[in-house]
């Protein structure tokens, strides 16, 4: 059998350790409340400026690559063409989604 005293410490650490988890927690969450939660519209902004850029470039590499060139009608349409096709699979993929 272990002692009282023992058994007493035991107590106390554990206390002590779960006070510091709950300490810890309680900071972090004022933390992210503080510094991390406001940018985050501004992050989610960022990010949706690369991915429209990355896309148009996208777009732009594929109608070079079938020589349309840039300023014609048919780069247009070709860009046109492209972004009705994203569309269309946006759509598609959202659609397998929905049960």
Not at 34 to 62: C, G, H, K, N, T
Request: charged share 25%; hydrophobic share 45%; proline share 2%.
């Amino acid at each position: 059998m272990k002692s009282r005293g023992t058994l007493a410490i035991v107590q106390s650490v554990y206390d002590y350790v779960h006070m510091a988890l709950w300490a810890t927690l309680v900071a972090y969450v004022v933390f992210f409340l503080a510094f991390i939660a406001p940018r985050m519209p501004e992050a989610a902004a960022r990010a949706e400026r690369l991915r429209i850029q990355e896309i148009s470039q996208e777009d732009e590499d594929y109608c070079a690559k079938w020589q349309i060139g840039l300023g014609t009608k048919m780069h247009d349409q070709c860009i046109l063409d492209l972004r009705e096709l994203r569309w269309k699979i946006q759509n598609r993929f959202a659609d397998q989604l929905d049960f």
